[in-house]
């Protein structure tokens, strides 16, 4: 089965798809947060609704408020030779709910920002709140798989780095000086916008390895990228293990994998597709998920109005 | 007027106080961030429940899900001599609303984890949702105050830093590689139990300066830290009328105003304060705000069970 949410005048529906058509679920089941937390009392209930013309509709991040967004940084293999110095875990960031964005919605960037490119992830939605979950037991806490475009600025990401000295213990009660970097992602990757999301959660039962999907990113009818799940260096059965010794993962929680990298033959890599200055159309498409797409609109604000 | 919530066994309630005692919240007025949603309709209504006795109650976070925690980094202008380059602007990152914990409740640190020290902060809980906020009117967005105490695991932060060759364009249609590094807060600031936070949200009526507070820092009675909220480096209508470039911020959000930094004449640096070893009773206090005080439990987990 499929889930998703379209806007409505009062904030938004659920809306349910399978081979047999789309149609509109009953509003007493709550939204796609409330189904799957709900998910073995809802699911026998969710069919019968009144069939439903995508064409009209807008949408809306699936899981539109989601507890958080965890993505992971740097997991594609193809990285390695690029990595000279890293964990051998998974590392990862927290982007804000409030940059989701529905499939079809424009992203508004603002030429202030700089360059801003794509990056086309596969996306967990978790089903079954757990804190340390053994790895053998954590597609249990899998409720489905969606889109994201990870949209990052990498100027901003040079600006919000900083070279310091941080301040550690010196083993005596005094303190010791050592230089460090630190970097922060608050503004680089949790910008309104920098979280296309969606159209659909699709449950984990239609999708028995998310290891072999392919994953292409679009940019204006020009494949991009052209990459494959398999090529991901933690898999999420590892990345839910882990994450779960550190926090609480929470039914809705969504958990970004990593960009999909690899160039396709006839296109660049996804750091040359400077959408602020290029607009146009960005896509992407993930095998047995279907096709996240957004276009992008350039809106100059005046700072400090 | 001051609003907390406190766990009853379907969730929460909020509780209210002034200078006249403290009472329960009419539950028809939903939770706090209900509350703050509609807070002319519902201002005028909080008062008249029957008297709490705060002896007897669990805190939980005053908003209990936030759509998101941003955090300022190296906010304080005792800072400056350790930055050798860094931005002009406040540098963000986000905390999981599954890592904030309640006034009393125990912050639970894994061995494992290795060092954890406190950060004691000022923190704004927004009021009214906006985007590209004046500064001139930034206060107009803050609904009122609250505690956090940002939990830092410094060796996890080591850990998820990479020196990598990130990609940019050549300009060309091509890319060339930059030496580069991030660095990822996703565990370090992200844990269960890294955002003590609490026990009252005092509204901004309570609190004509926020830039004239003493806070404090208090480890197992010893005193830590002695700042002034007057040290932080970019003030709080500065950080509203930035961040809103960038992000909307929504009602109920809440900025950590980065960390109070001072050492105090008899205590050390916070970055001594290793509660993983320590254990013991944290104390944040800010003067106008309150005590958020929280005991810690080491407890360790067999990793991959």
Redesign the interface.
């Known amino acids: 089965m499929r889930l998703g949410t379209v806007r409505t005048a009062d904030g938004g529906r659920v809306v349910a798809a399978d081979g047999t058509g789309v149609w509109w679920v009953d509003p007493r089941h709550g939204n796609v947060l409330d189904i799957i937390e709900n998910w073995a009392a809802a699911q026998p209930e969710l069919g019968g609704g009144a069939p439903v013309d995508l064409a009209t509709v807008t949408w809306r991040p699936p899981v539109t ?1 989601p ?2 967004v ?2 992971v ?2 997991n594609n293999s193809a ?1 390695k030779d ?6 051998d ?1 998974p ?9 989701l964005l529905g499939h079809g919605c424009a992203i508004e960037l ?1 030429p202030a ?1 700089g ?1 801003v490119h794509p990056e086309p992830e596969l996306a967990v939605v978790i089903g079954t709140t757990g ?2 979950i ?2 053998e037991r954590a597609y249990d806490h899998v409720f489905g798989y969606t889109i994201i475009n990870d949209l990052t600025a ?1 100027i901003m ?13 010196d083993g005596d ?3 010791r ?1 050592v230089d ?8 680089y990757k ?3 916008g920098f979280g296309p999301i969606g159209p659909w959660v699709v449950t984990r039962d239609e999708i028995p390895d998310p290891h072999a999907l392919a994953i292409r990113c679009i940019h204006d009818g020009r494949l991009v990228t052209e990459d494959n799940t398999a090529n991901l260096r933690f898999h999420v059965d590892a990345v839910v ?1 882990f ?1 779960s ?4 993962l ?1 039914a809705g929680d969504i958990v970004a994998m990593g960009t999909a990298l690899k160039a396709s033959g006839s296109g ?2 996804v ?2 597709v ?1 959408l602020t200055v290029l607009g146009g159309v960005i896509e992407v498409e993930i095998e047995g998920i279907g096709t996240l797409s957004n276009p992008v609109r350039t809106v100059a ?1 005046e ?3």
Request: hydrophobic fraction near 30%; glycine fraction near 12%; charge should be positive.
């Open positions: 408020r507890g958080k965890i993505c940084a740097l990285n690029r990595i000279m110095s890293g964990p875990h590392a990862t960031f927290i982007k804000p709910s409030s940059s603002d920002w360059r804190r340390h053994p790895v990498p990401r040079g600006e919000d780095t900083f070279h310091y000295r941080a301040i550690h213990p009660g005094g303190v000086y460090s970097w630190v970097s922060y992602s608050g503004r949790g910008s309104d293990a994450l010794e550190y926090m609480t929470e660049g890599a750091q040359n400077d604000h700072v400090g109005r």
